[in-house]
């Protein structure tokens, strides 16, 4: 049987600088995507993760409460201390990805494809259970922006259940207010120095460098490409701008428009713009297929964990930065993937999704990866 969603603690978290969102107990499981979809049409709420490739298994549910409050999220009940971790397999070994990259820019310099956005993965072994509500406080307390997301992966099934995805996007994939819909695209990454004049400088080099200018500018088309035809006016800054986390400077575009129907929802409007080139690449079918062939299936990291309310108003953020926990809360597997095109350099792509592990990594006191 289904482990049962407990209404004690939330089995659902979205939290952002201004507010926070809870599902607590489950009403529904929806056991697929047009059913989900059907629901939030018809006036239900709807919480949960969706898959990076959405032919896949979904944890998505109705919960037998949603609540908000204002600022970033805040447990309202005790929660144990982390454990310590250690880094068991490196899936693939840092080696293995350079010649996966190396490869597949070979591959892009074919015409295979534009962009793919490929990714490796660590496996943490904890010393006890961790739990994944301990986690998500720990990263929403040290982002400076106070975002997190937590989403009980039960309901995708039985290889799913007990699971959690626990993180920190930086990344908002979709929010629909009345007809007012906005999303904010990453796409090209720096690793940041803890020297501030440095820091100044990397940041200066990632705005200048027209690799990453690249890189961004498919993700933002390919964004107004399935906005565009939903809108009345869309708006997209000239250039991106420059965000950062505590660990990355990233470039980065507010995307805001209004909607022709506001019968529209977000769900509806997230699984049209979900997977974007951000997370999969440029076409992307053929970069799915890449993605497939090299990594193997993703599961739910690149995925999207959000909410969407009665009215089908809602938000949903990109499932990045994240860690997929076992049902024991033993282990747990932490993945980050970076965009390849055909000037990036293979060397550098590892470093930059070691950069991306440290969000993760940080939040257990482990130096780096």
Same mark, same amino acid.
């Given at each position: 049987?289904?482990?049962?969603? *407990?209404?004690?603690?939330?089995?659902?978290?979205?939290? $952002?600088?201004?507010?926070?969102?809870?599902?607590?107990?489950?009403?529904?499981?929806?056991?697929?995507?047009?059913?989900?979809?059907?629901?939030?049409?018809?006036?239900?709420?709807?919480?949960?993760?969706?898959?990076?490739?959405?032919?896949?298994?979904?944890?998505?549910? $109705? *919960?037998?409460?949603?609540?908000?409050?204002?600022?970033?999220?805040?447990?309202?009940?005790?929660?144990?201390?982390?454990?310590?971790?250690?880094?068991?397999?490196?899936?693939?070994?840092?080696?293995?990805?350079?010649?996966?990259?190396?490869?597949?820019?070979?591959?892009?310099?074919?015409?295979?494809?534009?962009?793919?956005?490929?990714?490796?993965?660590?496996?943490?072994?904890?010393?006890?259970?961790?739990?994944?509500?301990?986690?998500?406080?720990?990263?929403?307390?040290?982002?400076?922006?106070?975002?997190?997301?937590?989403?009980?992966?039960?309901?995708?099934?039985?290889?799913?259940?007990?699971?959690?995805?626990?993180?920190?996007?930086?990344?908002?994939?979709?929010?629909?207010?009345?007809?007012?819909?906005?999303?904010?695209?990453?796409?090209?990454?720096?690793?940041?120095?803890?020297?501030?004049?440095?820091?100044?400088?990397?940041?200066?080099?990632?705005?200048?460098?027209?690799?990453?200018?690249?890189?961004?500018?498919?993700?933002?088309?390919?964004?107004?490409?399935?906005?565009?035809?939903?809108?009345?006016?869309?708006?997209?800054?000239?250039?991106?701008?420059?965000?950062?986390?505590?660990?990355?400077?990233?470039?980065?575009?507010?995307?805001?428009?209004?909607?022709?129907?506001?019968?529209?929802?977000?769900?509806?409007?997230?699984?049209?713009?979900?997977?974007?080139?951000?997370?999969?690449?440029?076409?992307?079918?053929?970069?799915?297929?890449?993605?497939?062939?090299?990594?193997?299936?993703?599961?739910?990291?690149?995925?999207?964990?959000?909410?969407?309310?009665?009215?089908?108003?809602?938000?949903?953020?990109?499932?990045? $930065?994240?860690?997929?926990?076992?049902?024991?809360?033993?282990?747990?597997?932490?993945?980050?993937?970076?965009?390849?095109?055909?000037?990036?350099? *293979?060397?550098?792509?590892?470093?930059?999704?070691?950069?991306?592990?440290?969000?993760?990594?940080?939040?257990?006191?482990?130096?780096?990866?």
């Amino acid at each position: 049987m289904p482990r049962a969603f *407990p209404v004690d603690r939330p089995s659902f978290v979205l939290s $952002r600088a201004g507010y926070s969102i809870e599902g607590r107990g489950v009403e529904c499981r929806y056991r697929s995507l047009p059913d989900a979809v059907a629901a939030v049409r018809a006036g239900e709420v709807v919480v949960g993760a969706l898959p990076f490739d959405v032919t896949g298994p979904i944890a998505l549910w $109705r *919960p037998v409460e949603l609540r908000g409050s204002d600022g970033p999220w805040q447990p309202d009940l005790s929660l144990p201390p982390l454990p310590q971790v250690r880094i068991g397999d490196r899936i693939p070994a840092g080696a293995v990805h350079v010649e996966r990259v190396r490869a597949l820019v070979s591959s892009l310099r074919r015409g295979d494809a534009q962009k793919v956005v490929l990714a490796r993965s660590l496996r943490l072994d904890a010393d006890s259970t961790i739990d994944p509500l301990s986690l998500l406080e720990k990263l929403v307390r040290t982002d400076p922006l106070g975002n997190g997301y937590a989403a009980d992966l039960s309901a995708a099934g039985p290889d799913y259940d007990g699971k959690f995805l626990v993180g920190s996007s930086p990344e908002l994939l979709i929010r629909k207010r009345g007809t007012t819909v906005s999303c904010h695209p990453f796409a090209g990454t720096a690793a940041r120095s803890d020297d501030p004049a440095e820091d100044a400088a990397i940041a200066d080099r990632l705005a200048a460098s027209a690799k990453d200018q690249a890189e961004h500018r498919f993700v933002v088309d390919e964004i107004l490409s399935a906005l565009g035809p939903m809108c009345r006016r869309i708006d997209v800054p000239d250039i991106p701008q420059l965000s950062s986390t505590p660990q990355l400077w990233h470039l980065s575009s507010p995307i805001t428009g209004e909607l022709h129907d506001p019968a529209i929802t977000a769900l509806d409007l997230a699984l049209a713009v979900h997977p974007t080139p951000a997370v999969a690449g440029v076409p992307r079918r053929a970069a799915m297929d890449a993605i497939a062939r090299i990594e193997g299936p993703r599961g739910f990291y690149a995925g999207a964990v959000g909410w969407t309310d009665q009215s089908g108003d809602g938000e949903w953020m990109v499932a990045i $930065r994240g860690i997929e926990l076992a049902a024991d809360g033993r282990t747990g597997l932490a993945t980050a993937g970076g965009g390849i095109v055909e000037a990036s350099d *293979p060397d550098a792509e590892l470093a930059e999704t070691t950069a991306k592990f440290r969000t993760i990594l940080a939040a257990f006191g482990y130096p780096s990866a």
